[in-house]
């Protein structure tokens, strides 16, 4: 776990969009859905960018029987929530690690804005991208990415696995 909060800390600072990286977007988003992609930080974008990639790898391999362009569009989009407080660098250490040593009281406890948006970002995610999408399977992926209770849906299960892994 630590590893991996080291890692991702390690990719926001570094975090570039890329030419291909740009294709890769505009081959899978729509224009509205671009749109509202851009106003992700950069750092969320990157992060976007590579749970996609991950998915592409992983359904080209293994799954043919999952949607993959509505995976695509999920992976991209899930923390599309996020643009309505952009955490920084710092301010997403500061939230993580006040999140696991307070053991998720923050949550409770917590009236600033940034980080409620980092608590909700999947429901209002879903409820910004509801003003411009009518897929509700794309709703539901998007509102549940965060969501562990809800088992047996692979499409779901892939997301979740490649956005920890970003
Ligand atoms: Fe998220
Ligand atoms: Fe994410």
Same mark, same amino acid.
């Given at each position: +776990?630590?590893? /991996?909060? +080291?890692?991702?800390?390690?990719?926001?600072?570094?975090?570039?969009?890329? *030419?291909?990286?740009?294709?890769?977007? *505009?081959?899978?988003?729509? #224009?509205?859905?671009?749109?509202?992609?851009?106003?992700?930080?950069?750092?969320?974008?990157? !992060?976007?960018? $590579?749970?996609?990639?991950?998915?592409?790898? #992983?359904?080209?391999?293994?799954?043919?029987?999952?949607?993959?362009? %509505?995976?695509?569009?999920?992976?991209?989009? !899930?923390?599309?929530?996020?643009?309505?407080?952009?955490?920084? #660098?710092?301010? *997403?250490?500061?939230?993580? %690690?006040?999140? $696991?040593?307070?053991?998720?009281?923050?949550?409770?406890?917590?009236?600033?804005? *940034?980080?409620?948006?980092? /608590?909700? !970002?999947?429901?209002?995610?879903?409820?910004?991208?509801? $003003?411009?999408?009518?897929?509700?399977?794309?709703?539901?992926?998007?509102?549940?990415? !965060?969501?562990?209770?809800?088992?047996?849906?692979?499409? %779901?299960?892939?997301?979740? /696995?490649?956005?920890?892994?970003?």
């Amino acid at each position: +776990m630590v590893f /991996y909060r +080291m890692k991702q800390f390690y990719w926001a600072i570094i975090a570039k969009i890329n *030419k291909d990286d740009v294709d890769f977007i *505009k081959y899978i988003l729509n #224009i509205k859905e671009l749109k509202l992609f851009n106003k992700l930080s950069v750092q969320e974008q990157k !992060h976007s960018v $590579k749970v996609a990639y991950d998915v592409q790898n #992983i359904c080209n391999n293994k799954y043919k029987a999952v949607n993959i362009n %509505l995976l695509l569009k999920g992976a991209l989009l !899930h923390d599309i929530g996020k643009i309505y407080g952009r955490l920084n #660098i710092i301010d *997403k250490s500061i939230v993580v %690690l006040g999140d $696991k040593f307070s053991r998720g009281r923050l949550k409770k406890f917590s009236t600033n804005k *940034k980080i409620n948006v980092y /608590y909700n !970002h999947a429901k209002l995610g879903k409820k910004l991208l509801g $003003k411009i999408e009518k897929d509700d399977r794309l709703l539901y992926l998007v509102e549940n990415h !965060h969501n562990e209770k809800i088992i047996d849906d692979l499409e %779901l299960d892939i997301l979740r /696995y490649c956005d920890k892994r970003n």
